[in-house]
């Protein structure tokens, strides 16, 4: 009557099931972060470039391999995605090299926020006001930065309050747009404000 407890463990289906639930973790890391070369290539045919970007069609994945052997190059999987997979022979640390320098160059496509200054006086009139604030909502809009400067001449150091009910009269109208990023300030016979576009 005695019975291994063992005979019937659910144990191994348990691990089995397991197992194909790390598999496929690996697979989707894999995927995500890393581009397949040689032998990683899961796949058990490929279209194939070669490395004078002449199309080989669908291949056997061990043909596109050992074509590649014999160029002394790597077979790299350049769209996993596509049925079947894309592969072109080349230099794969040379391909490393271009895409990453690619990828940098995008992101400094992508925006190089610049600043615009924005000269008043203390006695600038509303008409021209209005063309400024439409100038610098224009480039704020564009993710820049705007410099207003007040300047003042001669004896208009005496209109300082005016200067600065100015700068915060542009604060105000351009708020929906644009952050204070330097408060109002005097510099020398100068009184500063910057903003930066929203969403810097």
Do not use: W
């Amino acid at each position: 009557l005695a019975t291994s407890v063992f005979s019937h463990s659910p144990i191994h289906p348990y691990t089995k099931v397991v197992n194909q639930s790390l598999i496929s973790q690996e697979t989707h890391i894999s995927k995500d972060k890393f581009t397949r070369i040689n032998e990683q290539i899961r796949a058990s045919e490929v279209r194939v470039v070669d490395q004078h970007s002449n199309q080989l069609g669908i291949l056997p994945t061990r043909v596109a391999l050992r074509k590649a052997e014999e160029a002394e190059l790597d077979l790299v999987e350049v769209a996993p995605n596509a049925n079947p997979p894309v592969c072109r022979i080349m230099d794969f640390g040379k391909y490393q090299y271009e895409k990453s320098k690619k990828e940098k160059e995008g992101k400094k496509r992508q925006h190089q926020v610049t600043v615009k200054e924005i000269r008043m006086r203390p006695k600038t009139d509303t008409h021209d006001m209005e063309t400024k604030m439409k100038q610098a909502r224009k480039f704020l809009e564009q993710r820049n930065k705007v410099k207003f400067t007040v300047i003042f001449r001669g004896r208009e150091l005496a209109y300082k309050e005016m200067g600065r009910e100015m700068l915060e009269h542009v604060i105000e109208t351009l708020a929906e747009f644009g952050d204070v990023e330097s408060p109002i300030k005097m510099e020398g016979r100068r009184m500063t404000m910057m903003l930066s576009g929203k969403g810097q």
